[in-house]
């Protein structure tokens, strides 16, 4: 059974910096693609960046492009998002996600299992 667990959330002053990690156990790691998703309180859930199943090819969401930076680590099963220059309107519950797909992708219906989520907060 394939388990995804995020961490790294937290609380941050807008301009500052969050890394999070998701960790996946239950099938080869590195045959398939990865992306993060977020939702916010009275929102849909929204696509952040997805990663290639190599770390080849990325994509990400234009209010987070030039900020944010997804990665993996394949020998670790993990992957990160690191976040730079906060802002308040990131703030989020974040989800790591992964599919069946060997491509990046940026539709959460090819996502089929998915992380509890992590929060963060961006104070102004």
């Known amino acids: 059974q394939v388990q995804l667990v995020e961490s790294g959330g937290g609380l941050v002053q807008a301009g500052g910096s969050l890394r999070l990690s998701c960790a996946a156990s239950?099938?080869?790691?590195?045959?398939?693609?990865m992306g993060w998703f977020r939702q916010a309180p009275g929102k849909e859930r929204e696509f952040v960046a997805t990663i290639s199943w190599s770390g080849s090819t990325t994509y990400y969401a234009d209010s987070v492009k030039g900020r944010f930076t997804i990665s993996r680590d394949n020998a670790k099963n993990t992957m990160y998002l690191q976040m730079n220059s906060l802002k308040p309107e990131d703030t989020a519950a974040y989800y790591c996600?992964?599919?069946?797909?060997?491509?990046?992708?940026?539709?959460?219906?090819?996502?089929?299992?998915w992380g509890q989520g992590t929060q963060v907060t961006v104070s102004s």
């Open positions: 996600a992964t599919g069946r797909s060997t491509v990046a992708v940026t539709a959460a219906a090819r996502y089929a299992y």
């Open positions: 239950g099938r080869t790691f590195s045959n398939y693609a």
